[in-house]
């Protein structure tokens, strides 16, 4: 069964480059615990290290999911909102900086491990240039791929998924973080197996991808290891609530990710500016369970069917009859 | 009531760059009329001046018309496919060129009077230019409302509709033909009250817009005067089957249609390359229809009230009972 | 002769979502204004209402303006850093909002008039909407015309430009501030004449726009007031050092600035995030100053003769002449 | 040295969707080829398979190209132009249209070693989808690399190279033949030495690329074999002249193909709707020539200076004066 998860920071404050306090307050963490175990559906965290978890407090935040009968769904060292990491964490061009982002992922897979969580989430978000020249294509390249190696042979029983997103911070994120197939290149030339891909679909559909072709993708190499959930308007990634926007695709996304037989968490990451954080993953929720409910009455047989003819009119007709069935005119 | 029509050549072959003789065969034209007429909710027809209807095969094309209980919802006068509009028809830098593409609409309006049509939607696609320093902004804007103006001071009795459209087949349209603002602008400088604007769904997703607000902008000014039904991926203009893709826009425009009191033809325009054209159409209706169903049993009233107070979790809580309300978790 | 300015807080401080607190050190303001002063070009500086001036320390801030010998070009009012602003400031649903948006612009075009500054530049960036059915077109069309009249009608002795944006830090900007066109109508809407329309280079690119075609359309209605300079992909506002990506793009409107003879400020509006904030603007200078010192060596005549012609091979041709002489093959 | 070449059919006509019969005239093949070879720097020619050579008329063609001193750069098989490839070549779900785009690449394969050319560029435009649920992604991908394996197989001594492209004539194309990225994984899965990846620089445009960087990751994994030159806006493949609109995106480019020692044709593919093809492609290859003086007079020693240090506005700096430099101000 499916099982869902949202990632804690989305019941706090968020701010943008214009309002840097937030739209909104921010409560205290175990306000924001109890409002996520409160949403119907929800049985996962996802934490972001440092502001979240930290080596020291990892004994009272497994009590706090405890109390709340919450799993760790999976960890998601912080490489983007420090100084520090300004220019880029893995792929800084100072190794003292590559070697503290190694340091903590690694600090954040033992903390994993305290956690029972099964995840680290790779997003360097700062990994990335802006200009012109600024890049380095062939340096980048290789000091992220010995970075996530050195964090994945560090311990086999934590996978580590890199989340790929096309821009922003940066004005480009450097390959094997930019798209889904440069990812999946980046994940294989660790040569670890303990390497694979967080899809956020609102990355994807930032990037122009079809979000379930890269998922069929990444899951025939057998590297779709976590999911990111939010919406937008395809030209930013505006981390809306799900479902909001999008709808044929998402039922596209979830068909395919149950006939790949993913298995992992479908976890939610939006950024309610100016909404409710708990109404807003609730809604997310209430649209993915709702979508999931119409997959299963009409019946994956007959979706696999209308992908296995290819028939364009077939297929938007049998669309139209898994939404809006008792409207056939 | 809605009245639907269908873009003639919908029914025919269509070509690309690529595959220059098409991907289907034409059928003759009483053959793609009959099959327009027996598309469920289909009670208009859309000509192509020139291709479907000239001033010498008028009478018979009346009668054709006729015998299939079909009225004719606009004529789209030939600006786009002959080699002389190649650098512009109204914006033409050769004089003669301008004064052509002004004769021939003027004897378009003069046919749409015999067949009982009410409006002439102008879709001059080769007015704009390509590369940099080649569109002259200043008289080309002239060039467009005096041309349409002329037209438009020919007989009050018909009105003229510019289909805006951002690019292609040029890289840029001129102003006055690009986006809603602009055509608006175009409409209201000829200073004729029978000039107005044709919303195609499509190019407006591809010049980026909300269709809605496009819709409620120019019908504020008195200025929408028709509608093109299609669907696409935002980024270009795939004049795809309505619904096949968007959801949620096509509910909330045909909501705003409604509030709007728009009266004119929902009309189809279509280039379904690879599929058969009466299905592709029929599914279209099928959509368009079903949306309706769903607005009126949910109820324009509790829309407006959405609106009107536009919480973001609330209208998306209310969109997902409008779409799947039997499916409430 | 051309006049340069920049805004301010580009030479402070500059945040992200993911690293609120900013990736330098923000600078004492006398700092600001000396760095400002320094750079080769810049004789104007634009504030921010609230920020940099408020009705208190006016007299002060025309004091240090003076001793940089800098012009005030423009003051922004803060339509978009307060929480109060959030759901909107001309176009919020609630009265007092709307109120306050309109009183707080009238104090600052009091302290423009003590400042010896010609004009106010309007960015409500908060005056959008971001979900479905979240959006009032019609009102916030009346709202936002309503309170800019109100603004223009308190002294005509101000300019006030709307500066328009497609998007951020709402999904989507209200029309009258989401493009070119609609802003003009917006202005015109106003029936005042001191309403115009700013351009920002940047916001130009993110809505598809040939920023060039956008000015003729403002100018040739009179109504193009100011300008901010900076630079992007064209997919988002990156607001990057100007010339920095784009190239001919800049020389054609140059071109046209003279040509349609626009008389405001050129004025940087950049977010060097990681960079020298005085670099990032020194380097923008630089390019202009080349740029135009090209246009002269080619000539003004040529360029229109270019334009008059519209040949797409002698035009690029033109370009290459004027970009790399020297190196005709 | 870098070499340069042209696509037969630019020199021809070019058509469109709205004008099937093309913009100009067709010229007859011998003038065509005539024209290439007078374009100052073009010492080969790109054929496309079927249109301009076959299995019957390859000793002619020899013959043809050799009075004119042209070298065949790459034979173009003909997987997009006719109504049996309508929904796919290499990837259509009958078996048989599948096994005779292998037949017919081979076929070329053996032209191509008669002409003495070295590469069989793929562009099986068809092979994508439009619709939702109508790609079969699994099965494609299957389909794709096996079919290209039967035909590197056939012989080792002709490269073939994999042109990626992200949409047209499809609404997408399937992954394998989108993105730099997943072409590369296509043609690392065929386990054959002989297939690589063709960049067309617009394409890579339209895909949201850093066509620098899709550069360097194909030549480090020893996958990049062939290069496609012309220009666009970014959003669509327009096919423009090269330089038209981008500036440092070709500078940035042909630094990093120095760098990476590339050492294939560089050849000229665009479609001069409405312009004399071989003026459009002289202007290419003169936009072409001069930056490669520019890059040489700057230095790559220099360049790759501020690739190592990846600083904004020294790049940005440096990239002016490398332009503009003696318009320093």
Not at 110 to 135: K, R
Not at 206 to 216: F, I, K, L, Q, R
Not at 284 to 305: D, K, T
Request: proline share 3%.
């Amino acid at each position: 069964m499916r099982r869902y998860s949202v990632i804690l920071g989305n019941l706090g404050n968020t701010c943008d480059r214009f309002l840097s306090s937030g739209y909104k307050e921010k409560p205290p963490r175990e306000e924001m615990v109890r409002q996520a175990a409160s949403i119907p559906g929800i049985t996962g965290i996802e934490l972001v290290g440092t502001w979240d978890v930290t080596g020291q407090n990892v004994a009272e935040i497994k009590a706090l999911l405890g109390r709340h009968n919450l799993a760790c769904a999976s960890i998601i060292p912080d490489h983007f909102s420090r100084k520090v990491w300004g220019l880029g964490a893995f792929t800084s061009r100072d190794a003292a900086v590559r070697k503290q982002a190694v340091a903590e992922t690694r600090e954040m897979m033992d903390v994993a491990v305290e956690l029972g969580c099964p995840l680290i989430n790779l997003w360097p978000g700062q990994d990335g240039y802006d200009y012109p020249f600024q890049g380095d294509f062939l340096r980048a390249w290789d000091w992220l791929v010995e970075a996530v190696r050195e964090c994945a042979g560090y311990r086999k029983d934590i996978r580590l998924a890199l989340e790929y997103k096309p821009a922003e911070p940066r004005t480009h994120s450097y390959a094997g973080l930019c798209r889904a197939a440069d990812a999946l290149l980046a994940a294989q030339a660790t040569g670890c197996d303990n390497v694979g891909v967080t899809i956020d679909v609102g990355h994807a559909f930032a990037a122009g991808e079809n979000v379930s072709e890269s998922a069929a993708l990444l899951a025939r190499h057998g590297r779709l290891f976590h999911l990111h959930f939010n919406d937008n308007y395809r030209s930013w990634d505006d981390d809306m609530i799900v479902g909001s926007v999008h709808t044929v695709e998402f039922i596209e996304l979830l068909y395919w990710l149950r006939r790949l037989e993913y298995k992992g968490w479908y976890s939610m990451d939006q950024y309610p500016y100016r909404e409710d954080g708990r109404e807003a993953i609730a809604r997310s929720l209430e649209w993915l369970l709702a979508f999931e409910a119409r997959i299963e009455r009409f019946g994956m047989g007959r979706l696999s069917q209308l992908v296995d003819r290819g028939l364009a009119v077939e297929s938007t007709k049998a669309l139209r009859e898994l939404l809006l069935g008792e409207d056939r005119p």
